[in-house]
């Protein structure tokens, strides 16, 4: 089993940057997805950005260009800058990750709150 522990959300402006981590321990052997959901209240999570082991990062339309994705395989751990932040981020981001054995976990969340 995977346990993911995320850190760095918060309240900034709009413009403004935050960085997400994610690191993940456990059952880690065989992690091959990993990456960011989010969702505000009401609606479907929905695609942030994931990378694949030994891959470049997807991105969502809405997000692309001002987030970057990256991997760090050694510490296990994944990160998300967040950059030219806007207000219609606002949500509560998820870590998630996908085994090659198809298996998944998700984190607990944090909320980003991006104030007008």
């Known amino acids: 089993q995977v346990q993911l522990v995320e850190s760095g959300g918060g309240l900034v402006q709009a413009g403004g940057s935050l960085r997400l981590s994610c690191a993940a321990s456990?059952?880690?052997?065989?992690?091959?997805?990993m990456g960011w959901y989010r969702q505000v209240a009401g609606k479907q999570r929905e695609l942030v950005a994931t990378?694949?082991?030994?891959?470049?990062?997807n991105y969502s339309d809405s997000v692309k260009g001002r987030f970057t994705l990256s991997r760090d395989n050694a510490r296990n751990t994944v990160y998300l800058q967040m950059n030219s932040l806007k207000p219609e981020d606002t949500a509560v981001y998820y870590c998630?990750?996908?085994?090659?054995?198809?298996?998944?976990?998700w984190g607990q969340g944090t909320q980003v709150t991006v104030s007008s």
């Open positions: 998630y990750v996908l085994t090659v054995l198809g298996t998944s976990a």
């Open positions: 456990g059952s880690i052997f065989g992690i091959n997805v």
């Open positions: 990378i694949a082991s030994g891959g470049s990062p």
